[in-house]
């Protein structure tokens, strides 16, 4: 009897697991989304994401570039010409951000439940 009690608590835990991890999937993690950074802008300038999404932004321009949030929440530092910052969103909200040596460049990600 205390094998089979232990047995159904092993499954029990074990679709748990296997549910939680498919909640996960569906919220965005492991996604990945792009923004390319040229004398232009942020490219795509306005991205909508679920929580768990990483955006990378690839500069793309010939000039260095900065991915800032307006908010202090993330800071690439320089982003020489041809690398590239990457940031997992973890909560949900509106991220306004720019570039701090191309003061005219600006941006958001907006990311969803």
């Known amino acids: 009897?205390?094998?089979k009690i232990r047995l159904a608590l092993i499954v029990v835990v074990a679709l748990s697991l296997v549910g939680l991890t498919g909640c996960a999937k569906a919220k965005g993690v492991g996604q990945t989304?792009?923004?390319t950074i040229s004398s232009a802008g942020f490219t795509p300038s306005d991205l909508i994401v679920p929580?768990?999404?990483?955006?990378?932004?690839?500069?793309k321009d010939s000039n260095i570039h900065t991915v800032s949030s307006t908010a202090s929440v993330f800071d690439s530092g320089v982003v020489q010409p041809g690398k590239k910052?990457?940031?997992t969103f973890d909560q949900p909200g509106t991220y306004r951000y720019g570039c701090s040596i191309t003061t005219s460049m600006s941006a958001e990600v907006l990311v969803q439940r």
């Open 33 to 35: 989304k792009t923004v």
């Open 51 to 59: 929580v768990g999404t990483t955006v990378v932004w690839t500069n």
């Open 85 to 87: 910052f990457s940031y």
């Open 1 to 3: 009897m205390a094998k």
